[in-house]
């Protein structure tokens, strides 16, 4: 929970119209949102979550998606913020629907390269094994990560610099925080299931984070709004960028 004193996130707003909050991912921060070219009619409050970016100065991380949530829900409640919309990159949408949970100002949820199910066993042991590697040698573990998030990593060598530049600045204390946090997060399939018209999943069809297969099994069994994109793995901002403009402004309305 937060205490008294707890600073808000560092954010940017642009733009005007209806209120979109968009949420980066693990490792990322609100420039990954550049690459989207969103029309002036929507309101872009673009946010870094804890750790990340230029969000607190100590540089910590957070011990659960929920805690994330409190903090991203603090920072619009001082902007005065209501009745918003969320886009959540991987770890931005864990948040969103943290979110969605605890707000009713919340109103829909894009999911993009996301999902809502809890990390298995094998997942949880490999989030620690990333938690323990950074640690250890946080630039190794940058080198190797990072480019495997692309469908091709080579045709994005500016976008994978880039990020890889960004990470190098996070503490890396607060990465492994980060990484235990997300592999202890609930499954809010149960939630998704019940909220069908208020969430969109983009899915990248390549992605090499979010399996495919099990998110179109998820979607044949919970009906929520699914937009597939070809030759994209997990940073469709980057890979396909038109089309997650166009999927995301067609479900907003």
């Given at each position: ?15 005007k ?30 946010i ?13 991380g957070?011990?659960?998606?929920k ?50 199910w ?41 976008a ?50 979010v ?43």
């Amino acid at each position: 929970m937060l205490r008294e004193g707890d600073q808000y996130l560092n954010y940017s707003v642009s733009g005007k119209g209806h209120p979109v909050v968009f949420l980066h991912g693990f490792l990322e921060s609100m420039t990954m949102w550049d690459f989207l070219d969103f029309p002036e009619n929507i309101s872009q409050i673009r946010i870094d979550l804890p750790g990340h970016g230029s969000s607190l100065n100590d540089k910590k991380g957070c011990s659960s998606m929920k805690e994330m949530a409190e903090y991203v829900k603090y920072t619009l409640q001082r902007l005065n913020i209501d009745c918003y919309d969320i886009v959540g990159h991987s770890m931005g949408g864990y948040v969103a629907l943290e979110l969605i949970k605890i707000d009713k100002n919340c109103q829909k949820v894009v999911l993009m390269n996301s999902n809502f199910w809890s990390d298995d066993m094998k997942k949880q042991r490999d989030r620690k094994r990333v938690a323990e590697i950074v640690v250890r040698n946080k630039m190794l573990f940058l080198y190797e990560a990072i480019p495997n998030l692309f469908l091709d990593p080579e045709k994005n060598t500016e976008a994978v610099q880039g990020l890889i530049k960004e990470a190098e600045a996070m503490n890396a204390v607060s990465i492994a925080e980060i990484s235990i946090a997300m592999s202890k997060r609930n499954d809010l399939s149960e939630l998704v299931t019940d909220k069908t018209d208020r969430i969109l999943v983009i899915q990248g069809v390549e992605d090499s984070i979010v399996p495919v297969d099990r998110m179109r099994a998820a979607q044949m069994k919970a009906g929520f709004a699914y937009k597939e994109l070809s030759n994209c793995g997990h940073m469709a901002h980057v890979e396909q960028p038109n089309e997650v403009i166009k999927a995301t402004l067609n479900f907003l309305g």
